[in-house]
């Protein structure tokens, strides 16, 4: 296992369009997270999944955004309509735990810009 | 909405030389952890401290923790150009399984 993966790193899309991006955490990780950076500011919370379930969502998450982990391996995040405000990096990250929050192992992002 | 405020935003130094960085948070915690970001990359997940915990080491790496003051410091010592990075705190949304980050101090150390 050679940590988490995420896919594409880079997406550049027209305004308007759809966009799906792709997380692969560390496979015995239960836990999986996705966050949204901006230039200059730290990660933002916007969903978080616990084997398949989806137990939070953010107030940041619209109705655009919808994310999936299906049979809790692997997990997308999909943007539908996109603004230009939606562009940002885009970070999952999984942890292994039922109880108290430990360290993440995040991966290396997908950068999305929107024209 | 960021938990964390990391002071200062900005420090610049010289190799050999110490760097402390001081995080504020506003709920109660379970526990407290640092992050390192290399620009345009992921995070890296360098220590944890406890609620119930004062000081922790790692390597060159000291975090403190004031739970009655809502504060952390992180001190790396004998700093060194590959230091280069952003760094944040973040804590546990105490009741929740998350993490809530902070807005990082970018520290630039020149050789």
């Known amino acids: 296992d050679t940590g988490v993966s995420q896919d594409p790193r880079h997406k550049i899309t027209k305004r308007g369009q759809n966009v799906t991006f792709r997380c692969d955490p560390i496979?015995?990780?239960?836990?999986l997270y996705w966050y949204r950076q901006t230039l200059g500011q730290g990660p933002e919370f916007l969903t978080y999944f616990q084997n398949e379930a989806q137990l939070e969502k953010s107030r940041l998450l619209s109705d655009r955004f919808s994310a999936e982990r299906p049979k809790g391996s692997f997990s997308t995040l999909e943007i539908q309509r996109t603004e230009q405000g939606d562009s940002a990096m885009y970070l999952c990250a999984s942890s292994l735990g039922t109880g108290e929050v430990v360290g993440y192992t995040f991966g290396s992002g997908t950068r999305l810009t929107v024209v | 909405s960021q938990q964390g405020e990391e002071d200062p935003q900005a420090l610049s130094i010289q190799e050999g030389e110490n760097a402390t960085m001081n995080c504020s948070y506003k709920t109660s915690i379970n526990n407290l952890q640092w992050y390192r970001q290399n620009s345009g990359r992921g995070l890296v997940h360098l220590i944890l401290i406890r609620s119930n915990e004062r000081e922790k080491h790692s390597g060159r790496l000291r975090v403190t923790l004031d739970t009655s003051k809502k504060s952390s410091s992180l001190l790396i010592t004998a700093s060194r150009a590959a230091d280069t990075a952003s760094y944040f705190c973040?804590?546990?949304?105490?009741?929740?399984?998350?993490?809530?980050f902070g807005t990082g101090t970018r520290l630039l150390v020149s050789p």
């Open positions: 973040a804590t546990d949304d105490s009741g929740f399984q998350k993490l809530v």
């Open positions: 496979s015995e990780h239960n836990r």
